[in-house]
């Protein structure tokens, strides 16, 4: 089932988007939390989104770059602004297309479905993690914060990947071990050791301080929330 965002602040018109979705058998997400879209983002994973323009705090513009720093999701905004000035902007921002307010439900779910066929029949697109307002592409193996992107070796990406998933949860050494080499054999723990060493001093130097956590002869963390507590590597 393919997921579709719904970036609409008006709760009438991104409702009445929501039921005519789900009866085409679309998984819809309503973004909730306009301070922070891309947490939203990561999170539900979608397959396509709809995205206004006129949004509290930053308008859609924005979120369209914040959203293709990080993904290749097709993008289609719906706006009352359907000036050409914006629907270039729209473009040049990176949406796939523009529809104009008010629209025909029919019409909008006839290019949404278009617009899956013609994205999805040639490969899926990776997800996201998100955490703290890093975002984790495990499509490319990079990390963007703040605008910034940061590449990771294998074993660093293995190892944020891991953390991520678990995020909350103290991820043993051995465990990481097995998913940096595939293998339950015996690894020198010091290469480990050294590993997070550099991934942590690439997210110290983006400003992620902080972001990985020791557990003292038991493993690494990320908490759930900013915690600043640390043990060494």
């Not at 301070?35 to 979120?63: C, K, S, T």
């Not at 905004?77 to 473009?91: L, Q, Y």
Request: aromatic share 10%; charged share 25%; glycine share 6%.
């Amino acid at each position: 089932m393919y997921r579709l965002l719904i970036i609409e602040d008006d709760r009438g018109i991104a409702e009445a988007i929501r039921q005519q979705a789900e009866m085409w058998e679309l998984q819809v997400g309503c973004v909730q939390n306009f301070r922070n879209i891309m947490a939203e983002f990561a999170q539900f994973d979608p397959h396509i989104v709809l995205l206004d323009i006129m949004l509290p705090f930053f308008n859609g513009y924005h979120w369209c770059a914040e959203i293709r720093k990080v993904s290749k999701v097709p993008i289609i905004f719906i706006s009352s602004a359907s000036d050409n000035m914006n629907i270039i902007m729209a473009v040049n921002m990176g949406a796939d297309d523009f529809i104009a307010k008010p629209f025909d439900q029919s019409v909008l779910m006839a290019k949404i479905q278009a617009m899956l066929r013609r994205t999805y029949d040639f490969g899926t697109s990776a997800p996201v993690l998100e955490h703290r307002g890093a975002l984790l592409n495990t499509g490319d193996n990079t990390v963007t914060y703040r605008g910034e992107k940061l590449a990771l070796t294998r074993n660093e990406y293995r190892i944020l990947l891991n953390l991520m998933q678990n995020k909350g949860k103290v991820v043993s050494r051995e465990k990481l071990m097995e998913q940096l080499w595939e293998t339950d054999c015996f690894v020198d723990e010091n290469t480990l050791t050294v590993n997070v060493g550099r991934l942590r001093k690439k997210l110290d130097n983006v400003g992620l301080k902080a972001f990985i956590e020791t557990r003292f002869g038991v493993g690494y963390l990320i908490p759930n929330e900013e915690s600043g507590e640390d043990c060494g590597a």
